[in-house]
């Protein structure tokens, strides 16, 4: 795999050629093998991962005009969905208008990031204006300042979960770089995040949890047992790269044990590849999903695998990621259209030909792909932020 020109040649083109929607701003995400468009609802989270994507792409890899252009159409479909209160949609109809808002926040923290990089790609004062807005909204949701209707009801189940800790660590690491004005804030709310991290009892010996109850203890239950591997590899090497950012070794080696105590639990020694979730104790997870190959945790344990190898020089970590490269090489890249597939059976038969969907879109692969771009060309991750 070269990476640069893969990412250039086969992979933002089929979002480029087929996506951006030239009539009513942002992107569409619902397309399938070929790129053609089956569904018209749009996905916010995409709007601003994708805004990330593209900007991220013109700034680090190449200076496409397209990309920019891609990049200003999704800027401007930002504020339709973006609620009266701040908070933004879930999913919008192909020309804005509200479909769902859901409890969950992230749509907030992808719109941050795109707003940061976009900024960066243009100088458009505005647009910091607006990564600044979004990032403090979503801070808010993460610390209890904005009440969001709880996912269980908290007097019965009282749990924290991963997700928001960890959105909130990598959304503060690219604000931080971006928003140098403010620099001191965002660095105090790294070492905030970080610290409440390690003391919330997520991080075990034998696994990263979903989630663990309000005092830091195990959840003896089918979803307290759960492990989202993928969720474990991506943390882990955000955390490294905190680590390296900030100078933190502890950061490094505990995102070094995140990697060690979750490959045993993710990796497919049968057919290959990472799989969706487990039980931590070896019972039936409640995911039905959970045997299957889906394509965000293979790049993510890839990121993690290398960074890893590099950090530390045991060929271990290569050997995963080698033995990954090759894997999605073979089962997830689609050379006849562009892209991957995004769905996979245990047995690596595809379950689905889309190529995009709700969650499914232009962020995960472009993102493993251009750091690993920067990985081969220099091995300094600190040339990707």
């Known amino acids: 795999m070269n990476y640069r020109n893969d990412l250039i040649e086969k992979i933002l083109p089929f979002w480029l050629e087929d996506a951006i929607d030239k ?24 709007q601003g991962r994708a805004l990330w994507t593209f900007s991220k792409a013109y700034n680090l890899i190449d200076k ?8 200003k159409c999704i800027y401007d479909f930002l504020p339709k969905c973006t609620d009266t209160d701040g908070r933004m949609f879930f999913t919008v109809t192909r020309d804005g208008r509200e479909i769902q808002k859901r409890r969950y926040f992230f749509s907030e923290c992808f719109a941050a ?3 940061a990089e976009y900024y960066q790609a243009t100088g458009d004062k505005g647009a910091l204006a607006n990564a600044r807005k979004y990032f403090d909204v979503f801070y808010e949701c993460c610390k209890g300042v904005r009440k969001n209707t709880p996912k269980y009801n908290p007097e019965t189940v009282k749990t924290v979960g991963l997700s928001p800790i960890m959105m909130l660590l990598s959304t503060n690491q690219v604000l931080r770089e971006v928003d140098t004005e403010n620099r001191a804030r965002y660095e105090k709310i790294g070492c905030e995040t970080l610290e409440s991290f390690m003391k919330s009892g997520l991080l075990t010996e034998r696994a990263l949890m979903e989630s663990v109850s309000t005092d830091g203890k195990f959840v003896d239950t089918p979803t307290g047992r759960i492990v989202n591997p993928g969720h474990s590899m991506e943390m882990a090497w955000f955390i490294m790269l905190e680590g390296i950012m900030t100078g ?21 020694k049968k057919y290959g590849g990472f799989i969706s979730f487990t039980d931590v104790d070896g019972k039936p997870p409640v995911q039905l999903e959970w045997d ?12 993690a695998s290398r960074l890893a190898y590099i950090l530390f020089g045991d060929e271990k970590y290569n050997a995963v990621y ?10 997830f890249v689609d050379d006849k259209h562009g892209e991957w597939y995004g769905y996979l059976h245990y047995d690596n038969t595809v379950s689905n030909t889309l190529k995009g969907n709700i969650f499914k879109g232009p962020f995960h692969i472009p993102r493993f792909y251009m750091i690993m771009a920067v990985l081969d060309e220099c091995g300094d991750i600190k040339k990707y932020m």
């Open 23 to 46: 009539k009513y701003g942002g992107i569409m995400t619902c397309l399938d093998e070929e790129g053609n468009l089956y569904g018209e609802e749009k996905s916010v989270w995409f």
């Open 113 to 115: 990031i795109g707003c």
């Open 64 to 71: 496409n005009p397209k990309y920019l252009e891609a990049a």
């Open 248 to 268: 933190n070794k502890e950061a490094i080696y505990t995102g070094k044990h995140i990697i060690d105590i979750t490959l045993p639990l993710g990796l497919d």
């Open 322 to 331: 080698e033995e990954l490269k090759e894997y999605v090489s073979k089962y």
């Open 292 to 303: 299957m190959k889906l394509w965000w945790p293979q790049c993510e344990a890839m990121i």
